[in-house]
């Protein structure tokens, strides 16, 4: 009964979670799914035809071909490891960056306190639009250039150097309730250094809201990632990447009145794969703010 009562109060994260671990076995089986032509590169789209316009569905390609011929299937496939490697990389960069910075500030207190604040509401009031843009600018070769690719790591700095924010904030305001503890004012006055009390005792205290941050930055991250390489910052090469594959459709979303949606296989397909992906980390997300936090678990 206990069980069926967890899925009926949770039902959204399990179905989030179901979703994420399909996305998982994917990523972790796709050497095995779809086998790259291109060992060097199994990022590569393969050709399936020739020609100058997408081709619908069919045996040998079940989800059709795109303008250049590359195998929608394969694009699916492949990019859902690329998402999730990208995604867990950023959000890892984020917790790092905004973890040191939360417990610094929030353990030392005073000036340092002061500055480190100061310098997360810069961040926080900088666009991320635009620091992505600068940063192109400055070192991917300019706007002009991005058609060529390797811009991805500018991107991905961008997504790390103005996404920790979130972080600092909730690990500097767990740490200023953890260091008033009593136990931590006897661990101060029986000697024990900052090192040992922040690492000992503050830090395994500090992670309450964290995991829900962390998988809802996730599911935004895959949305950013698209949104850039829809607009081509990422470059224009037909790669397994659900933002470039819509970026490669762009020109046969709108047809004639007459065969409006002719060409859904081409942007149908990974659409849904990034809003489902999405989706599924931001129910998780959901589902564990309502388990963790006592004043919404005692209101169900």
Known sequence: MKIFKFLRRNFGMVVGF?????????AITVPKIAPPEDTEDPYTLPRGSYGASPKPPSEEHPLGLLENQGDILYGLIWGTRGAFIMSLLIALGRVLIGGVIGIFSGYYGRIIDAVLMRLTDAFLSFPLMAAVLILLTLFGGGLLGIQTGGAEKYIIIALIAFGWMGHARLIRGNVLSEKNQEYIQAAITLGATPRRIIFKHILPNTYHGLLVLITSDIGSIVVWMAVFSFLGFSGIQPTADWGKMVNNSRNWIVSAPTTALKYWYTFIPPSLAIIL??????LIGDGLRNLLDPRISKTQ
């Open 18 to 26: 179901l979703i994420v671990v399909s996305f998982a076995v994917v």
């Open 277 to 282: 992906f999405s989706f599924g980390w931001n």
